[in-house]
């Protein structure tokens, strides 16, 4: 049967979420002539209606629903009710995203073997490795036309870059190059190349960078296979009394419920609202919430060790033409305990607009102290660091029953608190920074606080042993056999790099799973 | 009442006035007087004149650029000008004059130097008052896309085709 789709047929897959996990997972398995219905809470936006100015395209792209934050983590007294910074739309935050496009490295899939147990981290081994994640890997940089992959070049460095790899160099930093990015550096796939714009967060206005809301999405569509429901909020998923979920309950953009009959459902709305969904599905089955029997469900909630490094030099930069994200620098990704703490991190560069520096650089301050440096904008360069933080079972979501949503639905709390080790990484990563900007002349220097959460994973972690985790090697539930997650809460751990690759190879790799289940009648 | 926050009526009757007892408490220069500008006009619907005129030096007291003209904290603050703000903010100018008097001054305007207002700022700070004035100054100031060009912040290129052939990497100095 072609799309569109009836409430009560329960052939279909539902997937919850249309970003990097569910947007890529759906088109997969359309293109594999699976049936799937996908829900999608924010509405539909092309590269024409992205506004190229940070505020307004906030307004119009980012997830503002009520959410509250606990624990010690800057954020929650800065932007108490932001803890992350991610996208309401059809395609999520693939439309916001930087681009950065890295494999993980082969010790970060194992951290519990090489790092050894780090008091107060819930270390595990994912049940995967790097070996298995290979072609998966390949194939994501393929959708993605990731450059310094598969042929394709790298993109030009911009003067942001320019800054950055002079200072790294003089650091004596070897692995400094513009990056792997699924931002084109030429004509690839139908979209344009970079025409260093700017403005990489707010949506591509050529279509450069891939996103799966002008790829994966229409062309799951195009199959007839796909049919994506947009401005329609998953409340609940329901099951039946063998344990089963059998479709999931949502309210359409009028505020009119339905429920859509599923055979498999597969859950991507990130890691704050896929397992808020899980705890607010909870029933008298599954009283701890869906899927929960581990207890896991909500916890070993990871953001990245991140931070920023700005600098003023006596000349101007202009760090904001071109691309956002135009360089990286790889020395420090390793895992070298001699510094301090397990786990390595990246740094990558960043530049904010006018407007989002002003909120950003020193949340809460003012005065000339402030107000200086940004009278230097103009000759400012900007880093953001991206390090693995350490799962802790204390730092996670939870349903805040004093506040509710639209849908008069508990919350989610977002509680975190840094562990020692995220907080020496860190340290080590603002020495660093500085240094390199140091190093080609800065006259004064920043070490900027994480903003919002823009990587959030972990809260529905994979795991051999069910008790250890939420889902297994193929995001499929310990406890639910035809429930799947799709997104980055099913990573057992954060690995330092940009996790969107990662979580577009194991949607690619999930659906490969799911449709040869199907085939053999094991779903 | 509606009185107008403009160079005709509040800025010269009462900052001139001032000017004459404290000095340049309200910084306007003079060629910003003589230019008739629309922008800096502002109706004073539910403030008084002088709350407004103490909001606006306070706003640059928070974030000052010296080569940023008032009326831009103007804009930034004029929002405050609605019958559910008038009061929270009348009160608050209030506490902050107040606390100008208890350092023996006239009120916050008649303050000479920015560090005696700043460390009255900063001795109330954790007040909602003041930190409601910051956090709306954050978009109220930095977001005005008259502001940009005055930090050399260029906003969007797409129209202009973005930075691939306009200096994207055109740094010269490294």
Known sequence: ?523 | MTETLTHRHMTRRQLLARSAAVGAAFVIGPGFLAANTAAWAMEVAHLKPQTMATLIRMARDIYPHDHVADEYYAIAVKGYDVPDKAAMIEAGVTALDAAAQGKGHAGYLAIGWERERSDLLRSMEESPFFQTVRGGLVTGLYNQKAVWPLFGYEGESYSLGGYIDRGFDDINWL
């Open chain 1, 1 to 523: 049967m072609a799309a569109p789709f009836d409430l009560n047929d329960d052939t279909v897959v539902v997937v919850i979420g249309t970003g990097a996990g569910g947007g890529v997972l759906a088109n997969e398995l359309a293109q594999k002539g699976v049936s799937v219905v996908a829900l999608e809470a924010g509405g539909r936006y092309l590269p024409e209606d992205y506004i190229n100015d940070e505020w307004e395209s906030f307004g119009q792209l980012a997830w503002l629903d009520p959410r509250s934050t606990s624990g010690d983590w800057r954020v929650a007294k800065d932007f108490s009710g932001l803890p992350a910074w991610i996208v309401k739309a059809v395609g999520g935050t693939t439309t916001h995203w930087a681009g950065a496009s890295l494999r993980f490295q082969p010790h970060e899939f194992k951290t519990r073997s090489t790092y050894g147990n780090v008091e107060g981290a819930n270390l595990l081994d994912w049940p995967i490795d790097l070996a298995e994640m290979e072609p998966w890997y390949e194939k994501a940089e393929e959708k993605l036309g990731v450059t310094r992959t598969g042929g394709r070049e790298g993109l030009p460095g911009n003067n942001n870059f320019k800054v950055f790899e002079a200072g790294a160099r003089k650091l004596g930093y070897t692995e400094v190059h513009t990056g792997r990015m699924a931002i084109n550096s030429a004509e690839n796939d139908g979209r344009f190349a970079c025409q260093q714009t700017g403005f990489c967060f707010q949506g591509c206005k050529w279509g450069a960078k891939w996103s799966a809301a002008y790829t994966d999405i229409p062309r799951g569509e195009a199959t007839g296979n796909l049919e994506v429901r947009e401005r329609a909020h998953v409340l609940r998923i329901e099951h039946d009394a063998g344990g089963k979920v059998t479709g999931v309950l949502y309210a359409d953009r009028d505020g009119n419920q339905h429920l859509q009959k599923a055979r498999v459902v597969c859950v991507a709305g990130n890691s704050i609202e896929s397992p808020r969904l899980l705890l607010n599905s909870a029933s008298s089955l599954f009283p701890d919430g869906l899927a929960n029997s581990s207890g896991q469900v909500g916890r070993n909630y990871m953001r990245h060790m991140t931070g920023s490094v700005y600098a003023v030099f006596d000349k101007p930069v202009r760090m904001w033409r071109g691309t956002t994200m135009a360089g990286i620098v790889q020395d420090e990704a390793r895992h070298d305990p001699s510094r301090g703490f397990v786990g390595g991190y990246e740094l990558e560069t960043l530049a904010l607009g006018l407007p989002f520096m002003a909120a950003f650089l020193d949340p809460g301050a003012w005065g000339r102290e402030f107000t200086t440096a940004l009278d230097s904008y103009e000759n400012m360069a900007g880093m953001w660091i991206v390090g693995e933080d350490m799962p802790q079972e204390t730092n996670r979501i939870t349903l805040n029953h004093e506040l509710k949503d639209q849908y008069g639905l508990p919350a989610p709390n977002v509680h975190f608190t840094d562990h020692p080790n995220d907080i020496a990484m860190r340290r080590h990563a603002y020495k660093q920074g500085i240094a390199i900007y140091e190093a080609v002349g800065a006259t004064r220097t920043f070490p900027t606080p994480p903003y919002p959460s823009t990587h959030n994973l972990g809260t529905n972690r994979m795991s051999e042993n069910p008790r250890d985790g939420v889902v297994n090697r193929w995001g499929r539930a310990h406890d639910v056999p035809n429930l799947y997650v799709s997104d980055g809460s099913q990573f057992t751990t954060g690995a330092a790099e940009n996790p969107t690759l990662t979580i577009v190879a194991l949607a690619i790799r999930q659906a490969d799973h799911i449709a040869s289940q199907m085939s053999q009648g094991q779903l």
